[in-house]
């Protein structure tokens, strides 16, 4: 073929790995395991460059190991339940099941022209019932052995949507789907014990060594551990004491009143025949429950008349307060304020005009707090006012562990450690999610259901008819027939549990079940053994926190429960977070829609016109907002499908590698992607040339080997450091110097060849193109991956510049072990030396072996 067609190629090649199965991943105990991972996709129905620039990286990982002798497991599957489906549902009519699988069918045929090394037989959705019915078994061995439980908790509760909604989905204190104000609600849940494992989740991160240090300083933020005081106020009515735990301990002096959650036994206590009080509860369990709306809403409180004494002061009497933002499920739901140095407490005291008692000054500035408080880090040294433990000068870090010291000896605290980690929430009020196998049984209580049961399946629809999915709330409740069941244990009239989980849990075991998809257990242990640790993950920054943490958890609960082996406790060995691909954003600066709200083009709709930015069609004048983060809601995405229609997969892939170093964000540009494609071209033309060159030898044989193999050592650096910009940097320099070369047929083939090899992992179609037009032999990802020969890495000669009176005029190319005196004679025989001394001698000639040559007049 002497015309590069990519759409000729790429069809070609990769009918030719299906047919011989490349990719597929088969156990084989001779050769070294290499599991590489990109976070699964949501099936949204449409892949975008974010995801093709994520895939590719694996893809470059994968099948640069496979060259190197590697047995490769490089799976795909779709995180396929959560409430997209539903809303879709709602708008349409339709079912999430169809929904679902119509979007992950769509998405397989957009992803495989990317020429994926994915085994595709290993393929599995989170909403398949062999998937989650092996999570529903899971669930069991973990229920078995403790590591989930049922109780009461204050959740979020979406009042159109009728469902629990995780901390995540609350933006701005409403439902993110609904745009219902998010009220506080009690309810019965399931959770996982996370926080059992709070210490070992946070020691064990020390031990990620190939993991971005910003991510796990995120999950040691997240964990939270803290050193505090707790301590019990004796009430002035003689009633049991109420208990507080305090990370700030050292600010006890400054205490003005005493807080206790809305949700705390004594609010509950005394809401009871006080309408009042019962009216204001219910207000603030209008907010929601997270962090954000809690510091957000505006202070609420309420006097309870309930007194306590100081524990440093008998006689110092200090109110109890009811307050909004006093959560109950961290600590004891009970604090001490200090409104001097918080600046929750400071706004709620300046509210209810509370006293404000500094505790502590600046070393410079000794001024009392007015609407700001103080707030210093820890480590700040500070200025102690009557502090009791007879501190003068001192960090907050050493007052802290002055206080605990004294509370102890006098005996009326204790230092606690406690965790910011709260225990996960995992019952969500919805139908599509995997259903939670368990059943309420009038004179059993919660049963297990029977593993034999397994899976329980969710209804596709309610006696024949289409569930209605525009009904608020969960499906699952009003099912004439699901809910209803025998007990396990008696056989008596029974009902289902009707939550199902929370999605996150369906993503945070899948990289086990990839080992053995098909097994009748959750993982076969053999494989697990075999294939277990994933050895690179890739994935956004996003998840940093949340997946993470609950696939650490659950890979410690595989452990326990005997689905994966001890090593495993870990499951990603090394972790790589991609950069973004932006688009500029292209806003019409000239008018807005009937709504007055922006208008946005697509990037086809505007062209460059007279050095401005306008519409094609209207010649409206543009605002470009560059490096933007693709959204459809702003018209710049770029299709990828339309990229590899006009250009190839291989451009899209080498253009998403080469701009920019893959921890950043890559700007998609469509000069950029024309130029990737001409330089694809360019290879491809030259390894035609060579093809078609006459046999025989050339000029400059071994300098174009001897750059071949430097080529080979830095592009191996640049893949196996994730300096995939780096990589093609060297490629683009070598194919300059292969196009440039005289040397002999033999010596181009091997370089071209060799081309071909270190091009494979990110144009792979092309590679394996080249490959056989110069007779490799099989494919090029089953031939061994080059190595660079050392003897050809050492410089013959070595390139020094002339300066000339401190300026540089010339240089000259000299073997590397010259004596210092020839050196001196080729320098002063050099046309620009001879010419500056116009016959004269030179005042000074110093020569820096290996280095450069000095030349004064």
């Given amino acids: ?70 047995n490769v497991l490089h799976p795909m599957g779709f995180d396929a339940f959560g409430m997209p489906a539903e809303n879709a549902a709602m708008a349409s009519g339709g079912h999430p099941k169809d929904w679902t699988y119509a979007n992950i069918d769509t998405m397989v045929e957009q992803m495989k022209p990317l020429g994926l090394s994915l085994d595709w037989s290993r393929m599995f959705a989170t909403c398949d019932t062999e998937y989650y019915g092996q999570q529903q078994a899971l669930f069991l061995d973990m229920l078995d052995k403790e590591l989930v439980y049922r109780k009461n908790a204050v959740v979020n509760w979406d009042p159109v949507d009728m469902t629990v909604l995780a901390n995540e989905q609350v933006e701005g204190g409403r439902g993110w789907r609904s745009g219902a104000l998010v009220e506080r609600r009690e309810l019965t849940q399931w959770f996982f014990k996370i926080s059992d494992m709070s210490e070992e989740l946070l020691s064990s991160l020390d031990d990620l060594e190939n993991w971005p240090a910003k991510v796990r300083l995120m999950q040691e933020n997240w964990i939270g ?73 505006p202070k609420l409180g309420y006097d309870t008349g309930i007194r306590v004494k100081h524990p440093l002061n008998p006689d110092w009497e200090l109110p109890v307060w009811i307050a909004n933002f006093i959560l109950m499920d961290y600590g004891t739901g009970a604090i001490f304020a200090c409104p001097a140095h918080d600046q929750r407490d400071l706004d709620f005291c300046r509210k209810y005009d509370l006293p404000v008692i500094d505790t502590f000054f600046a070393l410079d500035n000794p001024t009392p707090v007015e609407a700001e408080a103080f707030v210093p880090p820890k480590s700040e040294k500070v200025k102690w006012v009557n502090h009791f433990a007879g501190l003068d000068e001192a960090t907050g870090e050493d007052a802290i562990n002055a206080t605990v010291d004294f509370a102890e000896k006098a005996g009326w605290g204790e230092g606690v450690t406690k965790y910011r980690l709260r ?61 209803d069941c025998s007990c396990p244990t008696c056989g ?54 949340l997946h993470l943490l609950y696939s650490r958890f659950f890979a410690r609960a595989m452990n326990i429960t005997g689905h994966l082996p001890e090593k495993s406790k870990e499951p990603f060995d090394a972790l790589f977070t991609q950069g973004m691909v932006t688009h500029a954003i292209y806003k019409n600066a000239e008018r807005t829609d009937e709504n007055g709200r922006a208008i946005y083009h697509y990037p086809n709709e505007v062209e460059e016109r007279d050095g401005e930015t306008v519409v094609k069609e209207t010649g409206e004048k543009i605002t470009v907002i560059p490096s933007a983060k693709m959204s459809k809601s702003k018209n710049n995405v770029v299709d990828p499908l339309a990229i590899i229609s006009s250009y190839g997969a291989d451009t899209a892939r080498w253009f998403v590698l080469s701009d920019s170093p893959p921890e950043r ?27 078609d060159m006459p046999e025989g030898t050339g000029q400059g044989d071994e300098d174009l080997l001897r750059e071949m193999h430097k080529a080979i050592r830095d592009v191996t650096l640049g893949v196996e450091s994730f300096g995939f910009n780096a990589s093609i940097a060297k490629l683009y320099a070598f194919t300059n110097t292969l196009a440039k070369s005289k040397a002999g047929k033999d010596a181009k083939r091997e370089a071209t060849r060799t081309l071909a090899q270190l091009m494979s992992p990110m144009t792979p179609h092309l590679s394996e193109e080249i490959w056989g037009m110069l007779g490799g032999e099989g494919l090029v990802i089953d031939a061994a991956w080059p190595k660079a020969d050392d003897s050809m890495l050492v410089e013959a000669n070595v390139t020094l510049p002339i300066q000339i009176n401190g300026k540089r005029r010339a240089e000259i190319s000299v073997p590397k072990d010259m004596p210092k005196e020839e050196v001196e004679k080729i320098a002063l025989a050099h046309e620009a030396v001879a010419k500056a001394l116009d016959g004269a001698q030179p005042k000074k000639l110093i020569v820096v072996p290996g280095r450069i040559v000095n030349v004064v007049i």
């Fill in 1 to 70: 073929m002497s015309r590069y067609s990519a759409a000729e190629i790429e069809a070609k090649w990769q009918e030719a790995w299906v047919t011989s199965e490349t990719f597929k991943a088969v156990r084989d105990e001779s050769k070294p395991k290499y599991y590489v991972l990109e976070m699964f996709p949501y099936p949204s129905g449409k892949l975008h460059m974010g995801h093709v620039r994520n895939y590719t990286m694996g893809d470059v990982i994968a099948r640069y190991k496979m060259s190197t002798g590697h």
């Fill in 225 to 297: 551990k803290s050193r505090g005081l707790q301590f019990g106020f004796e009430r002035v009515d003689g009633e049991e004491p109420i208990t507080v735990y305090t990370t700030r301990p050292d600010t006890l002096m400054g205490a003005s009143f005493v807080g206790i959650s809305p949700d705390h036994p004594i609010s509950k206590e005394l809401e009871e025949g006080n309408p009042e009080l019962a009216e204001f509860l219910a207000e603030c369990r209008k907010g929601g429950t997270t962090e954000e709306a809690i510091e957000t809403a």
């Fill in 423 to 483: 225990d996960w929430g995992l019952s969500r009020q919805r139908y599509w999610g995997c259903p939670i196998p368990v059943v309420h049984c009038e004179k059993c209580g919660v049963v297990p259901e029977k593993k034999e049961n397994l899976p329980i399946e969710l209804p596709y629809d309610e006696g024949g008819k289409p569930i209605d999915f525009s009904v608020p709330g969960n499906p699952l409740d009003r099912h004439p027939t699901w809910r």
């Fill in 492 to 545: 008596a009239p029974a009902q289902r549990e009707t939550d199902t989980m929370d999605t996150f849990v369906d993503s945070s075991w899948y990289f086990a079940r990839f080992t053995a998809p098909r097994a009748t257990t959750p993982t076969d242990l053999v494989e697990a053994e075999y294939w277990m640790n994933v050895d690179q993950y890739i994935g956004g920054i996003e998840h940093a926190i």
């Fill in 665 to 691: 964000d890559v700007e998609w540009t469509a000069s950029g992607a024309e130029a990737s494609a001409k330089h694809l071209a360019r290879v491809h033309r030259i390894a035609t040339d060579v093809a």
